[in-house]
């Protein structure tokens, strides 16, 4: 029964993941370069998730999830140098491109060895203790981040992609970078003050509540969503039709965070361990999720 239920839901995941990136390829690759008769967005969709399948057969070998992250890294870099190239074979790559892929990887760069290093550190990461003891579960958090590479970078692929020449940057491309910019910095600077927090033996077994911590209990997230919608806004000069759908990005980033996977998660596992707790019950009420009061003075 227990094999037959995670057969069940590993082809779900799969089967869901395949709909979505198939729906979200097809409807923005329409001005998209072809590669051998397959549009260029189709190719990159392809690669995020073929190279996470890849990855997860020696992961659940050996059952690890160290190198997690890090392949996710590494298939952001891949799918943009690839959409870069397939872009190429209309046009040289314009300012436009260059700037959003750089972005991106100077992103990926920066967020994939943090969480590697992380789990390095640890050990283990706890969301996969039940996951990797079974390859038809494990292949769950590889598909779907297969489908979180494809999505969030789905501006960037259709922006890369394009055939023919892009329109020059404007004000929408400027708007774009500065929220980037705020948007990181806040996810490196919560980064930072969390590792730090962290590596003091008197702040083990508390939660954060230092720094921004102390003005939102997941500003990291906030940043990533920010980030995310900064890379929108370079879509705005250059998007027509059903390319518009890869605006999907930034509300994806702030759903799956939001709703599903990051501040859903986080909240119940404080809950357990801090629930209890007048001073964590004050702070849960007094601090907001994601966007800080915008107030002066110490909490």
């Known amino acids: 029964m227990g094999i037959s239920t995670d057969l069940q839901r590993g082809a779900m995941v799969v089967a869901i993941t395949l709909a979505v990136m198939g729906l979200v390829a097809g409807a923005t690759g329409a001005n ?11 190719c990159c969709a392809a690669i995020a998730l073929g190279i996470q399948w890849l990855a997860w057969i020696p992961a659940s070998l050996k059952r690890t999830e160290r190198f997690y992250d890090l392949v996710g890294g590494l298939t952001y870099i891949a799918v943009i140098i690839f959409s870069l190239w397939a872009g190429s074979q209309s046009e040289p790559p314009g300012h436009r491109e260059l700037i959003v892929s750089i972005l991106v990887v100077i992103w990926s760069i920066r967020l994939s060895s943090f969480l590697f290093l992380r789990i390095h550190r640890a050990g283990k990461d706890g969301r996969f203790d039940n996951l990797k003891t079974s390859p038809v579960r494990f292949i769950i958090p590889w598909s779907l981040q297969g489908l979180w590479v494809f999505i969030t970078l789905s501006v960037v692929v259709v922006i890369n992609s394009q055939s023919g020449p892009s329109p020059e940057l404007s004000i929408w491309d400027g708007i774009g970078l500065t ?16 590792a730090t927090f962290n590596a003091k033996p008197e702040n083990r077994g508390r939660w954060i509540d230092e720094g921004l911590w102390a003005r939102s209990r997941h500003p990291n997230y906030l940043g990533e969503i920010l980030l995310w919608t900064g890379i929108a806004c370079f879509g705005i000069p250059c998007f027509e039709g059903l390319e518009m759908v890869a605006w999907i990005s930034p509300l994806f980033v702030y759903l799956l965070l939001t709703k599903i996977s990051g501040v859903p998660i986080l909240d119940e596992r404080c809950l ?27 909490r």
């Open 32 to 42: 998209s370069v072809d590669i051998r008769g397959v549009s260029g967005v189709v």
């Open 179 to 194: 929220v980037w910019i705020i948007g990181f910095g806040i996810e490196v600077l919560a980064d930072s003050q969390k």
């Open 272 to 298: 357990e361990r801090w629930g209890d707790n007048p001073d964590y019950q004050r702070y849960r009420s007094e601090t907001p999720a994601l966007i800080p009061h915008l107030r002066t003075g110490k």
